[in-house]
């Protein structure tokens, strides 16, 4: 069974802080990985990719993936009140585009 | 707006009702794919099309019909459904889907009501 697992929270930062948000995946073999964000009664928008170990920054987002501990995580710095929405990680386990995605992270920033 | 365009979106129909989901793209993808949200449950794949051709059924029931007449159109025909249907449904495009690493892009959804 192919799964991707995160933290549903809520996971509450104050206005200003880093948020971190962790993902899991089972398949090892696993080669491209996403960030979600979906704001309630919005649809998913891409934020973030990466396929390759190590960081991949865009602004105030950092992805980073750890291919050995099948472990990826997207960091928000400097949060605001307007990042508050759920965040998705989605997992390409195979050849085909098919995308696992886990149930998803809520996050609140507080003013 | 985004590339991806889905009507209607909103729809309530009876268990006995014959109705159809609409998704067009714009962003000259030629991948599509139809997912159900539900509440506190990931994202579900339930169909994929690559170049019109049907390439995944996720064991998706027969109440559930879907139609890629073109690489820029996808339709889901919804008949006899069940209350457990009751969800969001979410189209989406990508480039292809050969190689894994096209990201997809979503539209706004349909949110269905079975009554």
């Known amino acids: 069974q192919k799964e991707v697992e995160q933290n549903s929270g809520p996971l509450s930062v104050p206005e200003g802080a880093i948020a971190s948000l962790n993902c899991t995946y089972s398949?090892?073999?696993?080669?491209?990985f996403f960030w979600y964000r979906q704001y309630s009664g919005k649809s998913p928008e891409l934020i973030m990719f990466i396929y390759s170990n190590g960081d991949k920054e865009d602004g105030r987002f950092t992805a980073q993936l750890n291919k050995a501990s099948q472990y990826v995580s997207l960091l928000i710095r400097d949060s605001q009140p307007s990042d508050s929405a759920t965040y998705l990680c989605a997992v390409n386990m195979g050849s085909q585009g098919n995308l696992i995605f886990g149930k998803g992270t809520k996050l609140s920033v507080k003013p | 707006e985004t590339g991806v365009t889905q009507t209607p979106r909103h729809l309530v129909m009876g268990m006995t009702n014959k109705k159809s989901l609409k998704c067009e793209q714009h962003l000259g993808h030629n991948a599509m794919y139809w997912y159900k949200q539900s509440a506190k449950k990931p994202l579900e794949l339930m169909f994929v099309y690559n170049f019109k051709e049907q390439t995944e059924n996720n064991s998706v029931p027969s109440r559930f019909s879907p139609e890629c007449p073109n690489s820029s159109h996808l339709f889901l025909h919804l008949h006899t459904l069940q209350p457990e249907d009751s969800a969001l449904y979410l189209c989406?495009?990508?480039?292809?889907?050969?190689?894994?690493?096209?990201?997809?892009?979503f539209g706004d959804g349909t949110r269905l009501s079975i009554l």
């Open positions: 398949d090892r073999g696993s080669q491209s």
């Open positions: 989406a495009s990508s480039q292809e889907t050969g190689d894994g690493y096209q990201p997809q892009h």
